[in-house]
């Protein structure tokens, strides 16, 4: 491996790594410890329970979370029911939060602990980007929730979104396992080498020996990628699954060129796309259409994945390194990665969580993304501890909901979080020296606590993969009726359709197949894309008989 401490991303332009090399010490500039509240809930009850757990939503205030609560109301509908018609909490929020202030509204507002709290929400869907519900928020939340965010640029994304969980809550899984997926970009640079050897292929051999033992339900594993680095139509070709399962991928996240992004919009729409080196990037676009992992959930390895915040946990002790001239890479290329206009979702995730075909949920990073994630450097020697995302695979493929299985991946937060309290403790008291060995213990802790508080889940914290166990699939709540389609009259008691049946068939089976996007098929036949969309849904929850037609008509 190249140096001990390495970040995933790379330049936009030239795709070299912005940081290669950095020697183990430089991280104990700068860095510093404060505490995490604990626990609100009882383990004892069933964490996929939604009675117990109960369900909620945190939205923006104003217009703006007025219209993301409406397209969000079939969704909360379901869970509604799911939960025996108990009320769905909704809380609405200020779009700036320091940290102190959202573990201040948590206390006061969220649960204040005048009683029980039994109908406080564990699963916490945030809906709204960066900017309209910070990200300190969903932070503090999920030191003991289960949280998740949809966040889209459209609107009807958000509804595609919507309509893709109940598509998939109401349809029977035919299938008891899920496909397990990973893809390394082996680019030859030090990050994704570290990578792929300290997390790839251990992930991979335990797998496969849990596998025969009966203990990760998977119906088959997957190493795909070439050694080689590959380009972005290989990974496609894996994800395009018969069936749902998991993909953890492993690659650099797209930074700024060395001229910098040449607009905000440009960068949201680039930044944190996955890097295949000179052979491209797979970006927002690429993802939009087209069969991509349906009804499964990707976990990204890569910086910013999930989205760019407006200040990162890094920046003191990058702008530390860079006074001190210990920096072994290019500090204003990483800082200039950070959002000049607003914290952003990114673009990637955005797209391929609005695509029919493609996952119910998406786990990445919000911020820059190192190696600490899987191995950690406190012991005095570099050590490899995979099992953090080994956990989430499976907890995900035993169909515990999404944001439970992220869980998995916060308890190694909380763990880290009470080690390092209790270090900086002890030298306090005066048990232990705060010598040298001291201030690298501490600060190698504090980096891996940063690591793993900038991973979240994007999508609905209580879905889950479509998958039953037991001799019979289990057919989930149906999810709510929508209304009739706006625009089209029934008759005799039947809505009336806006084209011959076979011409209609025609154009859901084109949607179906995904080779064209919504609005093309729908202006090939002549139809309003809602209307279109709308049909297409109907029609593959329930067949013709959805539709309200008999075969002759």
Not at 164 to 172: D, F, I, P, S, Y
Not at 327 to 354: M, T
């Amino acid at each position: 491996m190249t140096g001990d401490l390495s970040l995933l991303m790379v330049r936009a332009d030239d795709h070299e790594p912005l940081v290669e090399g950095m020697t183990e010490d430089a991280v104990v500039v700068g860095t510093a410890s404060d505490e995490q509240p604990g626990h609100l809930w009882d383990e004892g009850r069933d964490p996929n329970d939604l009675v117990h757990q109960r369900w909620g939503v945190i939205a923006p205030q104003g217009p703006r979370g007025d219209r993301l609560l409406a397209i969000l109301e079939p969704l909360v509908a379901l869970r509604r029911a799911q939960q025996h018609g108990e009320p769905v909490r909704v809380h609405r929020v200020p779009p700036r939060m320091t940290q102190s202030e959202a573990l201040r509204w948590k206390k006061q507002v969220f649960a204040p602990g005048t009683d029980l709290d039994l109908e406080v929400p564990r699963y916490q869907l945030i809906v709204g980007d960066l900017h309209e519900v910070p990200l300190t928020l969903q932070q503090a939340q999920s030191s003991d929730g289960y949280v998740g965010r949809v966040a889209f640029d459209d609107d009807e994304d958000l509804e595609a979104y919507v309509d893709k969980v109940l598509r998939w809550e109401a349809r029977a899984a035919p299938q008891r396992e899920g496909r397990a997926i990973f893809y390394t970009v082996h680019d030859r640079s030090g990050a994704t080498t570290a990578g792929y050897e300290g997390l790839v292929r251990p992930c991979l051999e335990a797998a496969r020996q849990r596998l025969e033992r009966g203990q990760f339900n998977a119906d088959r594993i997957v190493e795909a990628g070439p050694s080689r680095v590959g380009d972005p139509s290989d990974l496609r070709v894996e994800a395009n699954a018969d069936r749902p399962g998991v993909l953890l991928s492993l690659s650099h996240g797209e930074g700024p060129p060395r001229a910098g992004w040449p607009s905000a919009d440009h960068q949201r729409r680039c930044q944190g796309a996955m890097s295949f080196g000179r052979r491209g990037q797979l970006r927002g676009e690429d993802v939009a259409t087209g069969s991509f992992l349906p009804g499964g959930v990707w976990l990204m390895m890569a910086c910013f994945g999930a989205g760019s915040p407006q200040t990162s946990a890094y920046l003191p002790w990058l702008e530390a390194l860079k006074a001190r001239g210990r920096f072994g890479g290019e500090p204003a290329a990483v800082l200039d990665a950070l959002p000049a206009e607003r914290p952003f979702v990114a673009w990637l995730p955005q797209r391929v969580l609005a695509n029919p075909d493609g996952p119910l949920g998406f786990v990445g990073h919000v911020d820059l993304a190192w190696t600490y994630a899987f191995r950690e450097l406190d012991d005095g020697a570099p050590r490899e501890r995979p099992g953090k995302m080994m956990a989430v695979l499976r907890s995900l493929l035993e169909r515990n909901r999404f944001g439970l299985a992220l869980r998995e991946l916060h308890r190694y937060f909380d763990r880290t979080n009470a080690e390092l309290t209790a270090l900086e403790r002890d030298a306090k008291s005066g048990r232990i020296p705060a010598d040298d060995a001291w201030v690298a213990r501490r600060s190698h802790l504090w980096m891996l606590r940063e690591d793993l508080s900038a991973y979240v889940l994007l999508g609905d914290p209580a879905a889950r993969l479509p998958l039953h166990h037991g001799a019979a699939p289990v057919r989930a709540a149906e999810p709510p009726r929508r209304p009739a389609i706006a625009g089209l009259p029934r008759a005799s008691g039947r809505q009336r359709l806006p084209l011959p049946i076979d011409e209609l068939e025609q154009a859901i089976g084109a949607v179906l197949l995904g080779d064209d996007g919504l609005r093309t098929i729908a202006e090939r036949h002549g139809l309003p894309r809602e209307v279109l969309r709308e049909l297409y849904e109907r029609y593959s929850a329930g067949g013709r008989a959805a539709l309200g037609v008999d075969d002759d008509d």
